[in-house]
C-alpha cells in the first residue's frame, strides 16, 4: 500500500507564495510511471483535482488555478511539489495529493490558509 505524505502548507497573506512537497513511499519505477495530481478540499466542500502532471511531464491545471501554480515532479526522490503564487482567499483548503486517478487512501493532507 502506498504512502502519501504532505507538507509545507501554512498560513499566508493574499498574494503570497507556498510550495507544497508530496513524498510518495513507492518504488521508483512504479512512482515514474504514474501521472500524480494534487488536490484539496475546502471546508463544506468536495475534494477537487487541481494539478496533474503525467509521467512524461505533461502537465494540467484547473482553470482556478491556472497561471498561479505549477506541479512539478522528482522521479528519483518520489517527490511531487506544488508551488503556488499569488495566492487567494479561496485557495484555502487542505491540500492533499495523489495518483490521477487516485489511490483509495489518501494522506493526512497539509492545511493552507490563506489570509486577506
Known amino acids: 500500500q502506498v504512502q502519501l505524505v504532505e507538507s509545507g502548507g501554512g498560513l499566508v497573506q493574499a498574494g503570497g507564495s507556498l510550495r507544497l512537497s508530496c513524498a510518495a513511499s513507492?518504488?521508483?519505477?512504479?512512482?515514474?510511471?504514474?501521472?500524480m495530481g494534487w488536490y484539496r478540499q475546502a471546508p463544506g466542500k468536495q475534494r477537487e483535482l487541481v494539478a496533474v502532471?503525467?509521467?512524461?511531464?505533461?502537465?494540467n491545471y484547473a482553470d482556478s488555478v491556472k497561471g498561479r501554480f505549477t506541479i512539478s515532479r522528482d522521479n528519483a526522490k518520489n517527490t511531487v511539489y506544488l508551488q503556488m503564487n499569488s495566492l487567494k482567499p479561496e485557495d484555502t483548503a487542505v491540500y492533499y495529493c495523489?495518483?490521477?486517478?487516485?489511490?483509495?487512501?489518501w494522506g493526512q493532507g497539509t492545511q493552507v490558509t490563506v489570509s486577506s
Open positions: 495523489n495518483r490521477n486517478p487516485p489511490y483509495d487512501s
Open positions: 502532471i503525467t509521467s512524461g511531464g505533461s502537465t
Open positions: 513507492r518504488s521508483r519505477i512504479l512512482f515514474s510511471i504514474n501521472s
